[in-house]
Nanobody
Framework: DVQLVESGGDSVQAGGSLRLSCVVS????????MAWFRQAPGKEREGVAA??????????MYGDSVKGRFTISRDHAKSTVYLQMNDLDAGDTGTYYC????????????????WGQGTQVTVSS
């Protein structure tokens, strides 16, 4: 079975940093895209960052609101995808989900088939 397990969510002050981790099991790496989405209360799920593992180095993309502050990366040996989040602000508050799919996009959740349970990030000003 495919499993994605996130960790690293926490409550932080504005301007702080967090690193989220997503341990992946049961997936092959052919044409695989890994991504982070987030969802704030009352809002739709929003694409944050994606990484395409089919190139070396991997190709990455970011949502406009996090460009220059967030970095997605992966450790192949540990089957783990990371999201380094710096200079956090209240707008980054939400539940962060790790997901895997086959289309390199952040525009829609419909291209992603496997999801973790989410990890909560709360940023206070």
């Amino acid at each position: 079975d495919v499993q994605l397990v996130e960790s690293g969510g926490d409550s932080v002050q504005a301007g702080g940093s967090l690193r989220l981790s997503c341990v992946v099991s049961g997936l092959t790496y052919i044409n695989k895209v890994m991504a982070w989405f987030r969802q704030a209360p009352g809002k739709e799920r929003e694409g944050v960052a994606a990484i395409y593992i089919g190139t070396e180095p991997p190709t990455t993309m970011y949502g406009d609101s996090v460009k220059g502050r967030f970095t997605i990366s992966r450790d192949h040996a540990k089957s783990t995808v990371y999201l380094q989040m710096n200079d956090l602000d209240a707008g980054d508050t939400g539940t962060y989900y790790c997901t895997a799919g086959r289309v390199f996009t952040l525009d829609s959740t419909s291209h992603f088939y496997w999801w973790g349970q989410g990890t909560q990030v709360t940023v206070s000003s």
